[in-house]
T-cell receptor, first 115, second 116 residues
């Protein structure tokens, strides 16, 4: 089984609908992240969480919300989806141990299309 | 703030050609530097990393040297294979106590296609 699991893998939704993307991890990491990938723009950080009670906005949080239900679970919601939220979404985890040189582990991504 | 600049792609090479993908960065403090690779249909995975100046990270025939004087971390491989076709991301992280500074900052990615 994958260490970081994202569901669904693919989703098509209509404009204005609410949608939730889920992420779960078995790494035991305290830090979890949601990124969005668009062609030519790399990965942009939407939200990040350093533990269940610590949630922070990233560089492009508008139109998104998150919930850290447990250390292992971090969900991303689009309250009212719009077409420019069509993208590939990645969840990632990372340990807080060390001095910033630890690697991040990524899920396989969720391809979201808003029509 | 922190930023990473990668050479724009796409890059198309013939098998056994030499590969260089340029990466430069700006950062406060002393960053750790990473190269991630994304194969088609998959998430990112760590390819190599270097945590201090003059360190060389290497894996699967790829190498990158942390050059503090030029703030660079260029990815190289002497002889690419078709199986190396993927998107490559340069990234950095600093060890500052500020939560935002501990995030990974990614470059825009470089698509590599290797033709047989």
């Amino acid at each position: 089984d994958a260490d970081v699991t994202q569901t669904p893998r693919n989703r098509i939704t209509k404009t204005g609908k609410r949608i939730m993307l889920e992420c779960s991890q078995t790494k035991g990491h305290d830090r979890m992240y949601w990124y969005r990938q668009d062609p030519g723009l790399g990965l942009r950080l939407i939200y990040y969480s350093f533990d269940v009670k610590d949630i922070n906005k990233g560089e492009i949080s508008d139109g998104y919300s998150v919930s850290r239900q447990a250390q292992a679970k971090f969900s991303l919601s689009l309250e009212s989806a719009i077409p420019n939220q069509t993208a590939l979404y990645f969840c990632a985890t990372r340990t807080s141990a060390g001095t910033g040189n630890t690697e991040a582990f990524f899920g396989q991504g969720t391809r979201l299309t808003v029509v | 703030g922190n930023s990473v600049t990668q050479m724009e792609g796409p890059v198309t090479l013939s098998e056994e050609a030499f590969l260089t993908i340029n990466c430069t960065y700006t950062a406060t403090g002393y960053p750790s530097l990473f190269w991630y690779v994304q194969y088609p249909g998959e998430g990112l995975q760590l390819l190599l990393k270097a945590t201090k100046a003059d360190d060389k990270g290497s894996n699967k025939g790829f190498e990158a040297t942390y050059r503090k004087e030029t703030t660079s971390f260029h990815l190289e491989k002497g002889s690419v294979q078709v199986s190396d076709s993927a998107v490559y991301f340069c990234a950095l992280s600093t060890g500052q106590s500020s939560g935002s500074a501990r995030q990974l900052t990614f470059g825009s990615g470089t698509q590599l296609t290797v033709l047989p």
